[in-house]
């Protein structure tokens, strides 16, 4: 589970707020106090609801499902970025589209574009017979694809959920999330509506350390997930091992019982027979001894009678 520290939040910075003047009402929850016209953030909501969107995030994590991470603000898209690619997440940092997730098909089709110029590049020979002009143009094209949807290529569905740093600029994306009933995560400032994302992280979303330490925190419960993921795979796969071969060592002893069965069976037949046999003897020798009787009788019969008469 991922630990957050009040030492270290403080340390990150990420209790500095906005200017007085420059607040948002919904924020006032959040707020611990107001010092030399700035307001500071409670530490200890922070704390609380960075622990709750780092749980929810753990568990869509575990499902195997993709997180869009969002951020093109110039201190945080290089941050962003790189936490995104820890942990293999899609991520936009140089220019939310309009349509990206409400028109994701059309999308999808600048992205086969890309890949589809990729392959022609690398295929020397043919590419190498494209005239001067038109491959000029195809490496242009490439590159543009590849800043504004290289990050965001892995998706072939829309994403189960959203990492947003600073809702108030990337209010495009915000509602393309909510018109999908897609879940947002996000570092809320004190100049931002939290009602406007499932999980506001109350948090300075200006100050790149701030930054940094939030979505280090984010990406850690990411990768615990992934590992539970992959550690419930390696399991199955061991009790799929083990059922099998606890179903060839059954079908082999059933084997090895027939045929000892068989042999008994080969064994137990021949004095059968040696017994059928003498019993047969027995009684064709009774036959033979009774048929011997019967004719001595007879032939004593006649002689009484002569001597009768």
């Known amino acids: 589970m991922v630990q957050t520290d009040h030492k270290e939040l403080l340390d990150a910075g990420v209790h500095f707020g906005h200017l007085k003047r420059k607040w948002n009402p919904h924020m006032s929850p959040y707020i611990f106090m107001e010092k030399n016209g700035i307001y500071i953030i409670d530490l200890n909501k922070t704390k609380r609801k960075l622990d709750d969107a780092t749980a929810a995030l753990k568990q869509i994590a575990k499902s195997g499902k993709k997180i869009l991470f969002v951020a093109t603000k110039k201190q945080a898209k290089s941050i962003v970025k790189e936490e995104a690619k820890k942990v293999n997440m899609p991520f936009v940092t140089e220019r939310w589209l309009g349509g990206m997730l409400t028109n994701f098909a059309t999308v999808r089709k600048s992205i086969k574009k890309m890949i589809s110029i990729d392959k022609l590049m690398a295929d020397e020979a043919t590419f190498n017979n494209i005239a001067k002009r038109e491959k000029l143009i195809l490496t242009r094209e490439r590159t543009k694809l590849e800043t504004?949807?290289?990050?965001?290529?892995?998706?072939n569905r829309l994403p189960a959920a959203l990492f947003i740093v600073d809702i108030k600029r990337e209010h495009i994306a915000v509602l393309e999330a909510l018109k999908l009933n897609i879940t947002t995560f996000a570092m809320v400032d004190t100049n931002s509506d939290p009602r406007k994302v499932d999980f506001a992280i109350p948090a300075n979303d200006d100050a790149s350390k701030s930054i940094s330490y939030i979505t280090g925190k984010i990406t850690e419960a990411i990768a615990e997930g992934l590992s539970e993921r992959q550690q419930n795979k390696d399991l199955e796969a061991k009790e799929q091992e083990e059922e099998k071969e606890l179903e060839g060592t059954a079908e082999a002893a059933t084997d090895?019982?027939?045929?000892?069965?068989?042999?008994?069976?080969?064994?137990?037949?021949?004095?059968?027979?040696?017994?059928k046999k003498a019993d047969t003897k027995d009684s064709k020798k009774t036959k033979a001894e009774s048929t011997t009787k019967k004719k001595s009788a007879k032939a004593k019969t006649p002689k009484k009678e002569k001597e009768s008469v």
């Open 256 to 275: 090895q019982e027939i045929e000892a069965t068989e042999e008994n069976k080969g064994e137990e037949n021949p004095e059968k027979e040696e017994k």
């Open 148 to 155: 504004l949807l290289g990050g965001f290529a892995q998706l």
